[in-house]
């Protein structure tokens, strides 16, 4: 797995088998756990930033963070479900 989904691994502790499961079969998934690393890595750089659109650029991050920490929890919650087969006659 790459890193990105290492970092959602982490992110995401208590889920970590499911976030295994789903990046092993799920590429758009993997983009997803890759760009969350990105994100959090950029909402860092900007918190150690002097410039003058510091403020501005972490608001944005956060605001994309939490959208995709969403995105994450909604895909989670899918792969976790398992499917319910009724017993045949």
């Known amino acids: 797995m790459g890193n ?3 970092f959602v691994k982490s992110a995401f502790n208590e889920r970590a088998k499911v976030v295994e499961e789903l990046a092993a079969c799920n590429e758009g998934f993997r983009d997803l756990c ?8 950029e909402e860092l750089r ?8 510091r403020d501005e ?7 994309l963070i939490d959208s995709m920490r969403t995105e994450i929890e909604q895909s989670l919650d ?3 479900v398992v499917p319910f087969n009724p017993p045949r006659p």
């Open 4 to 6: 990105g989904v290492e």
């Open 57 to 63: 650029r972490l608001a944005e991050y956060r605001e």
């Open 34 to 41: 890759d760009d969350f690393e990105i994100a959090n890595d």
């Open 46 to 53: 900007w918190e150690q930033s002097t410039a003058p659109e």
């Open 78 to 80: 899918r792969a976790a």
